[in-house]
């Protein structure tokens, strides 16, 4: 299976793009809702994030402060089964100073994944949260 790597816009927001292969897990769809933890972590500044989803869900990735403040939206739409992998660069997030791009503080951050199968699904909705710690 091919997992997604992320790329990033102007404005430092996090999109999905293109497949990129990694390790083959065979033609077998994940069987439940799985958040890994980040990899390296801690890390400076880009880490890994990946997660499987086994039905086709609405599913958002985001990152926040240990105050409970969004700092970053990774994934935000409808995803197909599989397996996903969504790097985060900290150096880089919206702002609002004409869209300029400034880096997040060393410390620790919490991301969640929500998915909710379209349609109900068997599944059920999920949610997952993991610690990560950026190091500068």
């Known amino acids: 299976l091919n ?3 992320t790329d990033t816009t102007t404005k430092g927001w996090f999109l999905r793009s293109s497949p990129t292969s990694l390790p083959n897990y065979g033609s077998q769809l994940p069987q ?3 958040l890994e933890q980040n990899y390296p972590n801690p890390f400076n500044p880009t880490t890994e994030i990946r997660f ?6 609405h599913v958002t990735l985001k990152v926040f402060d240990m105050l409970g403040r969004e700092v970053a939206t990774l994934v935000n739409g409808v995803e197909e089964p ?3 992998s ?3 660069n900290a150096r ?3 702002s609002d100073s004409g869209g300029q791009a400034s880096g997040v503080a060393s410390g620790m951050y919490v991301y969640r994944l929500q ?3 379209i349609d109900g699904g068997q599944a059920g909705s999920f949610v997952g949260t993991r610690k ?4 500068r």
């Open 132 to 135: 990560m710690i950026l190091v």
């Open 82 to 84: 599989g397996y996903r």
């Open 32 to 34: 439940q809702f799985l």
């Open 86 to 88: 969504v790097q985060w």
């Open 52 to 57: 499987q989803i086994p039905e086709v869900s």
């Open 92 to 94: 880089l997030r919206p």
């Open 115 to 117: 998915a909710h199968p």
């Open 3 to 5: 997992f997604f790597k």
